[in-house]
């Protein structure tokens, strides 16, 4: 059970900080070039279905996160 001061849910912290964390390690780790061609279509079909994921997620979305744009990376979740 969460303390009564800490916030949970979309703002985790902890949780962010840890993600963060993680992340940083895999780009360090040098394997993020393997993992983005393992990650590519092995067919034409699987190619077009995930176009079609992706232009799904778009529709739904409300706009490009400001800090893809500013190169800043992470969960975005900042202490207050």
Same mark, same amino acid.
């Not at 993020?32 to 997620?57: F, H, I, L, N, Y």
């Given at each position: $059970?969460? #303390?009564?001061?800490?916030? %949970?849910?979309?703002?985790?912290?902890?949780?962010?900080?840890?993600?963060?964390?993680? %992340?940083?390690?895999?780009?360090?780790?040098? #394997?993020?070039?393997?993992?983005?061609?393992?990650?590519?279509?092995?067919?034409?079909?699987?190619?077009?279905? $995930?176009?079609?994921?992706?232009?799904?997620?778009?529709?739904?979305? #409300?706009?490009?996160?400001?800090?893809?744009?500013?190169?800043?990376?992470?969960?975005?979740?900042? #202490?207050?």
């Amino acid at each position: $059970m969460s #303390k009564p001061n800490e916030v %949970q849910g979309e703002g985790n912290y902890k949780a962010a900080e840890e993600y963060d964390e993680a %992340q940083r390690k895999f780009v360090k780790s040098g #394997k993020v070039d393997s993992a983005a061609r393992d990650a590519e279509p092995k067919t034409k079909e699987e190619a077009e279905e $995930m176009q079609r994921a992706e232009e799904a997620g778009r529709k739904h979305a #409300k706009g490009e996160d400001p800090a893809i744009k500013q190169g800043g990376g992470g969960s975005g979740a900042k #202490k207050p």
